[in-house]
């Protein structure tokens, strides 16, 4: 249980309103912060201004999965003014405060470092994104579907990077019959891809391997395919990049090219927002719990 933690959120999606759900089923003391324009109303949480006197007696307070930008700008769908959150507001934080994002950009670091407040980016721990990574295959397939005229069943497929996505999505796409071929630059990767039954390659491989490739999907958040990969490739193939943003494309020469290739991040808050929320909320809520017993408070 959450009795008597203050938690405050952020802005968000869809995906916040499954951990909202699950503090107030746990009696924490919820406050939401720009969400304004939200229709439904949550019984247990009070809607407030984004202020110093509003976050000075938060224990937790959760941001979306991309926290802010590099201006601290806050995006949030159920809000139509902007939210900022600022120096002064870090500030107002109580020191034990930890704040929770999905990954935190250089600006929300930077920030909370100096006023020694406790990160967790959610992202960053396994059994967020493992979880996570099944919304986001299902998303991928669905794009490469949507967006081929051949099955994916003997289409001949790359997956780029063996991470917790990677290699869920080369294990889905293995067993619905495509040919898949991962690459990777650690050893161990490798070898794992070998054990997987899949074809492995290293990375500095890559322009000769997409000389036939019918799909490319990459989860590498770096310029992997490059101006020069992309020359190697067949007009027909498709990219689609799961990357965090820009994603680890060159979009400007693949467009030249007249290849198609899509940035997908998020997917999981596209296709599954209440799963992935679940997700979420499961890990925050237990996460919350097991920071106020350090505090030696009861739960």
């Given at each position: 249980m959450l009795t008597g933690i203050h938690v405050a959120f952020i802005g968000g999606d869809a995906r916040q309103l499954e951990v909202i759900k699950k503090c107030i089923q746990l009696d924490a003391i919820v406050t939401l912060i720009g969400f304004d324009n939200l229709e439904s109303s949550f019984t247990g949480a009070t809607k407030k201004p984004l202020t110093c006197d509003v976050l000075k007696d938060v224990d937790a307070l959760i941001l979306p999965i991309v926290g802010t930008d590099n201006d601290g700008f806050v995006e949030s769908v159920f809000c139509s003014k902007p939210l900022q959150f600022l120096s002064e507001h870090a500030a107002c934080l109580k020191k034990h405060c930890v704040v929770y994002t999905g990954m935190a950009k250089s600006y929300l670091k930077t920030?909370?470092?100096?006023?020694?407040?406790?990160?967790?980016?959610?992202?960053?721990?396994?059994?967020?994104?493992?979880?996570?990574?099944?919304?986001?295959?299902?998303?991928?397939?669905?794009?490469?579907?949507?967006?081929?005229?051949?099955?994916?069943?003997?289409?001949?497929?790359?997956?780029?990077?063996?991470?917790?996505?990677?290699?869920?999505?080369?294990?889905?796409?293995?067993?619905?019959?495509?040919?898949?071929?991962?690459?990777?630059?650690?050893?161990?990767?490798?070898?794992?891809?070998?054990?997987?039954?899949?074809?492995?390659?290293?990375?500095?491989?890559?322009?000769?391997?997409?000389?036939?490739?019918?799909?490319?999907?990459?989860?590498?958040?770096?310029?992997?395919?490059?101006?020069?990969?992309?020359?190697?490739?067949?007009?027909?193939?498709?990219?689609?990049?799961?990357?965090?943003?820009?994603?680890?494309?060159?979009?400007?020469?693949?467009?030249?090219?007249?290849?198609?290739?899509?940035?997908?991040?998020?997917?999981?808050?596209?296709v599954a927002p209440k799963t992935a929320g679940q997700i979420i909320a499961n890990t925050v809520s237990r996460l919350i719990a097991d920071q106020s017993k350090d505090r030696g408070e009861p739960s």
């Open positions: 920030l909370l470092l100096r006023q020694q407040i406790t990160l967790v980016e959610l992202l960053d721990r396994d059994e967020v994104a493992i979880y996570n990574s099944i919304p986001t295959v299902e998303g991928a397939l669905m794009m490469a579907i949507q967006n081929t005229d051949i099955t994916i069943h003997g289409s001949q497929v790359i997956v780029l990077g063996l991470g917790r996505t990677g290699m869920s999505l080369a294990r889905s796409l293995h067993a619905l019959g495509a040919r898949v071929r991962v690459g990777a630059r650690r050893p161990e990767h490798m070898a794992r891809i070998h054990e997987m039954g899949l074809t492995p390659f290293h990375l500095s491989e890559l322009r000769p391997q997409v000389a036939n490739a019918d799909i490319i999907f990459n989860t590498i958040p770096q310029l992997v395919i490059t101006a020069e990969v992309i020359a190697q490739m067949p007009q027909a193939t498709l990219i689609i990049d799961l990357a965090s943003k820009p994603g680890g494309t060159d979009f400007r020469y693949a467009e030249r090219r007249g290849i198609k290739a899509l940035l997908a991040p998020g997917l999981p808050g596209i």
